[in-house]
Structure formats: structure tokens, C-alpha cells
């Protein structure tokens, strides 16, 4: 069946199949049959609503249960705040089945429930259960009229449930649509479908056969059938994806010889001796495994994880010497002008004085200060550049670039990246950083192409900080506590959402909350600003002011989430905490904690928060171990663009496996996918047949980004 021919499948049409291909990227039979249910109703089990406060016994209000399915009647129908807007406009219903009754309330869709509803007709509900003063409701129950006993449906077990919008909605392609347009093809075509797999994988691995699993998968017979052909699906979508990364990688390493470092020299060595503190365990064996790297004689493509303060840039710094000990010149890339400042303010005496000459080269770089930079570097008297990404401009070039450093990857293009490749006749090694915990699972598919290293371990003596949640309400208390930290000689940060007003949103603009913090603590302590949008001079010189200490109180949005370190501030202030992600949290906060003294970061929030938002708060005030709320943003939000312009990236949508729970599943997958390409990375053998042939219908158009670093 051709690609454009998903209109003529019974019970779609023209209409139909435009809107699966606008509203679900669905634009053949294949895909069809892979819009897998997201959720599967248990129809040989129907409660009792005496049965629901047995459930949990003693939860107490905002208890949430499980999704139940119940049978009964509608008795009383009430629909308040007619004429008013958002929840206070409802339609409320009573249930009630005789051994109780439970109330249903619909804030959309109102006016298709009274017409089509009948009150005294038996139906079946099916919905999540939540408690309140002792009183249980469902929020948009599906409901459903009771089939006569004869009917197919009515002795049905496992009824699965697609996602569907509004506006397939009101085309009549909801979900019970698409799940007879699915049963009647597959009752009509009997034939098997063509296995996906290799026998041998399908064997050793004990997977049911992708035949079954395609009909289970809609149609499960039991539990135990679903369960298998979950495992199936998820398994195969997994596996592609990682022979897709693990055979990159391997060819990358055939195609991309390595300048091999072969000595530990002099740099090194008297650098390393003048460090006035011991090393973390964990820094020793990263650079071990990046030792390892530079002197096999490949080239060297790691990602470097430690959580904020964790020691990345000692680790990058040594790095960027085994290259000079081996007569080659290495680079920094920071994201910002004010990052890139302050790693070269911070390493330039420290190399010096070992007898390492560094520039710093950025926008704001004098034209005859570039002009210097360009010759020095070429004739060989630079060893270090550390810029922005004024280095990879095309009249930036090295006389022999052999180690690249970049920090904060997530800020850069791959294309940006992939231009400092250019630099020498083969491609230096690259080490790139990230300040953002990255989750095992996703390192292992959006990185898998790469080889990850992972400080988990904080220098000593550093003190925990503690993070405090506070209502809008208890500003007073708030603004005590801040002016406790200043008396004390230490400095605060306010961070805010949004740059100016919102009328829409109604969130505080940082411009406002400047004002708002200059009338609260001037004049005997100094306020500066800093957002986006202030010139690159201007923003430049608010933050020395707060960096010198002229400045004791730090107004600004999230441009000061990466880099920026000043030891003495104790106090992270975010205001509409309700609007950041979980990582973006833990950025913030690590900007603070820093010095000696103990540290504290306060999210305030309104006082209505949703259930996701309640259990970000909550993980943030918990713990401050960046994996474990890597791990829990994934939980909550999914993987999403971690990337922007994705480094290798997901290579197709998942449609069933999920990172966050199926990391198992992923690490067998890989497991396998290593095994191949081991024994046969262009996947010649005549077993592997089926595998190349399907790596070329998954991967067809694909910018292949693995390999560049």
C-alpha cells in the first residue's frame, strides 16, 4: 500500500486520513497499525463504588487512585457558573450503581454530554477516582452505553484506548474510530505479517514473533499477551535505534583516526603539582579513561557530565595540557562572553605560571587584539584560546589544533560544533562538558554515540544547600531572610520567568521585580540587572559589579544559569518556580553553594500549583544530587528536545518504549546491537539481511550528525 493510499483503508476516507496525517503524523497503513494504545481498560472487571474507599484506606483528602471502571446511572445532572469562564463554568453529575454513588464533573465538552447522556440508562464509566472530604469524583470519565450480553464487545477483556484531539474528535475519529478501523483491516487481511527481526534474535531472545505482536499489541487476548507484546515492540523499537548509534560510533572510529598523545610531559606535571587540593576519585578516573583515549591513537569524542561544582573544569584544564605536552595547541568554547571571561580570568595565572601563554578571544575582542590572536596562534606562540563562538570563525586558525574542549554543549549547534572539526588536517579530540545530569537511559540513546564519562562525586567540606519552598503570600518572611544573608556580608540572586510583562500570564517581569527589590533593600544595599536583552556591554558590566561585591543583590533571568561563579552569594531567590523545569532548577541553584558558608536556595511559587508541579517542588526541596533529578524530570516531562539541534539525537520518534521506564529493556537492546556490529558493522552477512534492509526504511533522509562530535 503506497503512502497516500492510508484514505483507502475501510472505514477512513479522505477526510479521515488528512486529518491522521495533520493531527497524528500518521501517513500509512504502517504507521496506523504503530498507534499503539496508551492505555488499556480491564472490561472483565468492573467495581462497585463501595469498593473504592477500600482501595486506600485512610488517605485523606487529594488521595488519588487507581483508573477503575465502574457500571451505573446518571441520577442528577447540575451545571454551575453558567456565563462565567475557565473551572467555575461545570457540569456536575451524580453516579450511582446501589451500593453508592460518586460524582462526575466535566469542565469541557458540556453541552455533548447533556445531549447525548440520558439520565436512568445504565452505562459504564471509566475514570481516576480522587477524594476530597471524604468524597469521591471523576474529572471527565469516558463513558460508554452496557452492550446486550450477546454482543462481541460486551465479553471483551483488554479494551485499549488511543489518543485522539479535539478536532478528530468532531470528525467522528475518536477513539473507539480508530480502534474498528484497526480490527476490521486486521480481521479482513489473515495474512501474516512480515517479521522484523532476525530469527536468531527472535529465538535467543524468546520475543514473540511481530505478527503477534501487532494484533496483541490492539487486540490483547489477556495480560500476559500484552505484557509480551509490549516487551516485543518496545524491545525492536529500542534495538534499531541502537544499532543506528552503535554502528556510527564504529564507523566513526574506522574513518576518524586520533592524534595519539603519547607522553605525560612537563605542562602536565608542574600544573598538577601546584593544584592546592586533592582530586576527587571520581576526577582521577575520568582522566584516566580520557588518558586512555588520546593515547590509543583514535580520536577521542567523550562527553563529560558532573553536576554544578563537581570539578569539570580542573578535569578539562589537565586535558587541554596533555595536548601541549604533546606539541599540539588546544581550545575552550564557552556559550557566553561572560562564561569565556571567567574561565580565562580563572585559568590565565594558574598556566602562566607554568609558562602556558593563553588569549581570550570573543566578540567584543579589539580589532587589533584579534589580529595578534590570529598570528600568535598560527605561528604556534598561542597554546590556548579560550572564546566563544568567535572560534570557529573561518579566519580563526591554529598552526596545530589537537584538543577541543566544550563547555555547556547543549548551548551550541551541531553545526557550530562540528566547524571546529576543520581546524587541522585530521580532527582534534573533543571533550565536550555538561553542568546537566544527563539520565544512564538517555546518555545511552541520545549520546550513544559517544563515549560518556561521569563525575558523581563533590570535592569535600562543601555543605549541602538547602532549598526552602515559600508561597507568594510569604513575601514578608522572605524578604527578612535575604536581608539576614546581606547583614552577614554575603550576596542574593532573584531570578525571574520573563523579561517584561505578560498581561496573559500574569508573571512577574524581571524589570518590575529590579524595581520592586531596589525599593525593598535600597538604598543600604546596591541592586544591578541582568536579562537578555540589554546590550552585551551593559549586561557585561552589571555582573562585574555583582562578581566585585559592588553590588549585593542580583536581579536577573535565566542568562545567569550557566557559569557564572561568585563564591561569596548565599541566597537563589526564583520567583515563579512553577515555570521551570526540574534541571533548569537545579542550574539555578547551583549558582549559589560555592563558598564555605552554608547556602540557600528559595523557590517561590503561587498557591496553585498542579500535581507535576507540586512533585518538582518537592524533588527539588529533597535532594540536591543531579542524576536523581535528571531522573525524576524524565519521570515527569519525558525526554523531549534535550538538544535543540540534537547531537545525534533520537533518530525517529518513540511510539512505545519510554526512557524513563524501559531502561532495561534498553540496555539488553544495546547489549545486542554491540554484539552485531562486532561481528559484522556494515551488516553484509546474509543473516543481517533484514536488519540493513530495515536500517534503510527507518533511517531513510536522516542527517546523519554522528559523525561530528
Known amino acids: 500500500m503506497a503512502l ?171 477513539s473507539k474510530t480508530i480502534q474498528k478501523i484497526i480490527l476490521n483491516y486486521l480481521q479482513k487481511n489473515v495474512a501474516p505479517f512480515a517479521e522484523t527481526l532476525p530469527a536468531y534474535i527472535v529465538e535467543q531472545q524468546n520475543l514473540m514473533p511481530y505478527n503477534q505482536a501487532i494484533r496483541q499489541i490492539h487486540f490483547p487476548a489477556n495480560a500476559d499477551n500484552l505484557r ?34 603519547s607522553r605525560i610531559g612537563d605542562y602536565f606535571n608542574n600544573f598538577y603539582n601546584l593544584i592546592p587540593f586533592e582530586l576527587t576519585n571520581a576526577q582521577k578516573r575520568v582522566l584516566r579513561e580520557i588518558r586512555a583515549d588520546v593515547g590509543s591513537g583514535k580520536q577521542m569524542n567523550r562527553l563529560l557530565q558532573g553536576d554544578v561544582g563537581s570539578g569539570k573544569t580542573m578535569v578539562a584544564t589537565l586535558t587541554m595540557l596533555m595536548a601541549l605536552d604533546n606539541g599540539f595547541q588546544a581550545c575552550l568554547m564557552a556559550p557566553t562572553e561572560i562564561l569565556a571571561t571567567q574561565h580565562f580570568d580563572d585559568l590565565r595565572p594558574q598556566l602562566e605560571h607554568v609558562g602556558i601563554t593563553v588569549a581570550l578571544l570573543t566578540g567584543s575582542t579589539t580589532k587589533k587584539r584579534r589580529q595578534l590572536i590570529h598570528e600568535q596562534l598560527e605561528n604556534g606562540q598561542l597554546n590556548i584560546l579560550i572564546g566563544t ?103 542574593a540572586y532573584i531570578v525571574y520567568p520573563l523579561v517584561e510583562e505578560n498581561e496573559k500570564l500574569k508573571y512577574k517581569a524581571v524589570e518590575q521585580g529590579f524595581l520592586d527589590t531596589q525599593r525593598q533593600f535600597g538604598p543600604e544595599y546596591r541592586v544591578a540587572m541582568v536579562h537578555g536583552r540589554m546590550r552585551a556591554k551593559d549586561k557585561d558590566a552589571a555582573m562585574g559589579r555583582f562578581v566585585r561585591n559592588e553590588a549585593q543583590v542580583l536581579v536577573a533571568t535565566t542568562v545567569i544559569e550557566v557559569g557564572v561563579n561568585v563564591p561569596n552569594a548565599s541566597v537563589m531567590v526564583i520567583e515563579n518556580a512553577e515555570r521551570f523545569g526540574l534541571s533548569q532548577l537545579h542550574q539555578l541553584r547551583g549558582r549559589v553553594g560555592r563558598g564555605a558558608e552554608q547556602s540557600y536556595c528559595i523557590l517561590v511559587t503561587s498557591d496553585k500549583l498542579s500535581s507535576d508541579t507540586r512533585q518538582r517542588i518537592d524533588v527539588m526541596c529533597r535532594t540536591t544530587d543531579g542524576f536523581e533529578i535528571a531522573e525524576a524530570d524524565l519521570r515527569l516531562r519525558g525526554p523531549g528536545d534535550l538538544e535543540g539541534t540534537q547531537q545525534s539525537g533520537l533518530a525517529f520518534d518513540l511510539r512505545i518504549a519510554s526512557l524513563a521506564k524501559d531502561g532495561q529493556i534498553l540496555e539488553t537492546a544495546r547489549r545486542w546491537a554491540k554484539e552485531i556490529i562486532e561481528r559484522d558493522p556494515m551488516l553484509e552477512a546474509q543473516q543481517n539481511g533484514i536488519l540493513r534492509r530495515r536500517m534503510q526504511t527507518l533511517f531513510a533522509g536522516k542527517v546523519d550528525w554522528s559523525m561530528i562530535s
Open 228 to 261: 509480551r507484546a509490549q516487551y516485543r515492540l518496545k524491545f525492536e523499537e529500542l534495538f534499531y535505534l541502537q544499532l543506528y548509534l552503535v554502528r556510527s560510533f564504529k564507523i566513526r572510529h574506522q574513518i576518524n583516526g586520533g592524534f595519539h598523545f
Open 389 to 491: 563562538h568567535a572560534l570557529i570563525e573561518p579566519d580563526v586558525k591554529f598552526q596545530n589544533l589537537g584538543m577541543v574542549i566544550i563547555d555547556e554543549q547543549h548551548r551550541f549547534g551541531v553545526e557550530q560544533r562540528s566547524k571546529l572539526w576543520t581546524k587541522n588536517i585530521r580532527p582534534p579530540h573533543v571533550l565536550v562538558m555538561t553542568a546537566t545530569p544527563i539520565p544512564r537511559t538517555l546518555a545511552m540513546t541520545v549520546y550513544g554515540d559517544l563515549d560518556v564519562s561521569i563525575i558523581d562525586e563533590l570535592p569535600p567540606g562543601r555543605k549541602p544547600i538547602a532549598t526552602i519552598h515559600r508561597w507568594d503570600t510569604q513575601r514578608l518572611g522572605l524578604t527578612r531572610a535575604i536581608r539576614g544573608e546581606l547583614a552577614k556580608g554575603h550576596q
Open 4 to 174: 497516500n493510499d492510508l484514505q483507502y483503508i475501510p472505514g477512513v476516507g479522505p477526510k479521515r486520513a488528512e486529518l491522521l496525517e495533520t493531527e497524528c503524523n500518521i501517513h500509512s497503513l504502517e504507521e496506523l497499525l504503530g498507534y499503539y494504545p496508551y492505555r488499556y481498560v480491564d472490561k472483565s472487571k468492573v467495581y462497585r463504588i463501595s469498593d473504592i474507599s477500600a482501595m486506600n484506606p485512610g488517605s485523606g483528602n487529594g488521595a488519588t487512585l487507581p483508573f477503575i471502571l465502574l457500571q451505573g446511572q446518571f441520577t442528577i445532572f447540575t451545571e454551575e457558573g453558567i456565563g462565567m469562564k475557565g473551572p467555575q463554568h461545570h457540569l456536575k453529575a451524580l453516579f450511582a450503581d446501589g451500593t453508592g454513588v460518586i460524582e462526575c464533573i466535566w469542565f469541557n465538552g458540556i453541552k455533548y454530554i447533556q445531549g447525548s447522556v440520558q439520565k436512568g440508562r445504565e452505562y459504564l464509566i471509566f475514570g481516576q477516582p480522587k477524594e476530597f472530604n471524604g468524597t469521591y469524583s471523576i474529572s471527565h470519565p469516558e463513558i460508554e452505553i452496557v452492550k446486550p450480553e450477546d454482543d462481541p464487545e460486551a465479553k471483551a477483556g483488554l479494551y485499549g484506548m488511543y489518543n485522539t484531539t479535539e478536532k478528530m474528535k468532531r470528525f467522528g475519529l475518536n
